[in-house]
Antibody, heavy 124, light 107 residues
């Protein structure tokens, strides 16, 4: 079955970087974007950006520009999200989600498969 | 950025009730509107995309409608397992913003 398996929880100190992985299986990794969405405890969902594994193209939310890098390794069907200069406000659960499209005259975009999430805690 | 506003922020309803959650976009987004369900401690799950298309495997008691700036998610005959937080999300333009969520509790 189609699934995204994420790496384990991380604890980082302020100023450090974290790299979260997301391994895809059950479909052709290069056929779909991978999006990253985060959620602070008790808060809503925040979209961070997308990465296309086929082209390597990326798009980031302005809020994270300069601090986030999304990459992929097609040989092992794995996407990565690297976030630097961490502060306590980056403490959250980070999800990867597969992007999908539907439609003929318009291409509707949505996230149809999600990983279980990776908890990142930033604390001194 | 396009702002998404959901209402209500929370609601409580009985099993068998009909529930309506609304989502308003700060500008027209055509039908580029998705709905997700998130149960406590779990990842979000896609319910509806393109405003009204039910994702495969989602029960038919869920339905979506709307276009432009105003959208609704309707749950007919509420079930205990529908206890969750529901989010709308626009995919008209990046950043793909979410609403703040509607927490649904079962009385």
């Amino acid at each position: 079955q189609v699934q995204l398996v994420q790496s384990g929880a991380e604890v980082k100190k302020p100023g450090a970087s974290v790299k979260v992985s997301c391994k895809a299986s059950g479909y052709t990794f290069t056929s779909n974007d991978i999006n990253w969405v985060r959620q602070a405890t008790g808060q809503g969902l925040e979209w961070m950006g997308w990465m296309n594994p086929n082209s390597g193209n990326t798009g980031y939310a302005q809020k994270f520009q300069g601090r986030v890098t999304m990459t992929g390794n097609t040989s092992i069907s794995t996407a990565y999200m690297d976030l630097s200069s961490l502060t306590s406000e980056d403490t959250a659960v980070y999800y990867c989600a597969r992007g999908a499209t539907s439609g003929y005259t318009a291409f509707y975009y949505y996230m149809d498969v999600w990983g279980k999430g990776t908890t990142v805690t930033v604390s001194s | 950025d396009i702002q998404m506003t959901q209402s209500p922020s929370s609601l409580s309803a009985c099993v068998g009730d009909r529930v309506i959650i609304t989502c308003r976009a700060s500008q027209s987004i055509s039908s580029y509107l998705n709905w997700y369900q998130q149960k406590a401690g779990k990842a979000p799950k896609l319910l509806i995309y393109a405003s009204s298309t039910l994702q495969s495997g989602v029960p038919s008691r869920f339905s979506g409608s709307g276009s432009g700036t105003d959208f609704t998610l309707t749950i007919t005959s509420l079930q205990p397992e529908d206890c969750a937080t529901y989010y709308c999300q626009q995919s008209y333009s990046t950043p793909y913003t979410f609403g703040q969520g509607t927490k649904l509790e079962i009385k």
